[in-house]
């Protein structure tokens, strides 16, 4: 989480798309969806193991009950979507974008993201637990009491986020810049805050979670 100059590649998507909708039968187990847009409908209470996209536009499109462990998702962009509370378990995803989405507690325990930008986002109580990231970038996002607590991460960066009581337990903060995120409050341990970047605001608040009493004098 190395700061705002972190570049995430975009998803490779076709100059045209054939529109499309994704029946209840299609989510079943190690399906494959490819090459298509996919807008303004409901995908709802479906369930499906291991599913592939591939080279995928949705834009105003809500996830609904939907459970999709250990998906695969490449060159994939999400525009005004609502993923919230999707089960996303050890999803695989590169090259992907949420621009202006709902991931009210989407859940990406143990998900590998590789060139993922969440931007202008709405993610309070995600879940990103045992989560491997690398080149994902948080741009404008609001993630209070989200879970990133035992992440791996790499090239990922939190900017101009709200970051208010988001987990970070057993995530070491070394290199991350949280000096333009906005927080109340954190969930870390101190040993994990070593070489963590902040303000000197927010080094008051710091002071004020660990009993610490700053002299002004």
Same mark, same amino acid.
């Given at each position: 989480?190395?700061?705002? +100059?972190?570049? /995430?590649?975009?998803? +490779?998507?076709?100059?045209a798309?054939?529109? #499309?909708?994704?029946?209840?039968?299609? !989510? *079943?187990?190690?399906?494959?969806?490819?090459?298509? /847009?996919v807008?303004?409908?409901? =995908?709802?209470?479906?369930?499906?193991?291991?599913?592939?996209?591939? #080279?995928?536009?949705?834009?105003?499109?809500?996830?609904?009950?939907?459970?999709?462990?250990?998906?695969?998702?490449?060159?994939?962009?999400?525009?005004?979507?609502?993923?919230?509370?999707i089960? !996303? %378990?050890?999803?695989?995803?590169h090259?992907?974008?949420?621009?202006?989405?709902?991931?009210?507690?989407?859940d990406?325990?143990?998900?590998?993201?590789?060139? /993922? !930008?969440?931007?202008?986002?709405?993610?309070?109580?995600?879940?990103? #637990?045992?989560? %491997?990231?690398k080149?994902?970038?948080?741009?404008?996002?609001?993630?209070? +009491?989200?879970?990133?607590?035992?992440?791996?991460?790499?090239q990922?960066s939190?900017?101009?986020?709200?970051?208010?009581?988001?987990?970070?337990?057993?995530? +070491?903060l070394?290199?991350?810049?949280?000096?333009? *995120?906005?927080?109340?409050?954190?969930?870390?341990?101190?040993?994990?805050?070593?070489?963590?970047?902040?303000?000197p605001?927010?080094?008051?608040?710091?002071?004020?979670?660990?009993?610490?009493? =700053?002299?002004?004098?």
């Amino acid at each position: 989480m190395s700061g705002s +100059k972190v570049k /995430v590649e975009a998803p +490779k998507l076709p100059a045209a798309l054939e529109s #499309r909708t994704i029946d209840a039968y299609e !989510l *079943c187990d190690e399906y494959a969806i490819s090459d298509c /847009v996919v807008r303004d409908c409901e =995908v709802e209470n479906q369930t499906g193991y291991r599913i592939c996209f591939d #080279r995928i536009l949705f834009q105003n499109v809500a996830f609904r009950g939907t459970s999709l462990p250990k998906s695969e998702w490449t060159d994939v962009r999400f525009d005004n979507c609502d993923l919230s509370n999707i089960d !996303l %378990n050890g999803a695989i995803m590169h090259r992907v974008t949420f621009h202006e989405c709902k991931l009210l507690g989407m859940d990406l325990t143990e998900a590998t993201l590789r060139n /993922v !930008l969440f931007d202008e986002c709405y993610g309070d109580y995600a879940v990103l #637990r045992f989560s %491997n990231t690398k080149q994902v970038k948080f741009e404008k996002c609001s993630l209070a +009491k989200a879970d990133l607590s035992n992440m791996t991460h790499a090239q990922t960066s939190l900017h101009e986020c709200n970051i208010d009581g988001v987990q970070f337990a057993q995530t +070491k903060l070394r290199g991350v810049d949280l000096s333009n *995120c906005d927080f109340a409050s954190l969930s870390v341990n101190i040993e994990d805050l070593q070489g963590c970047m902040i303000s000197p605001l927010q080094a008051s608040s710091f002071a004020t979670m660990f009993g610490l009493v =700053v002299n002004e004098d």
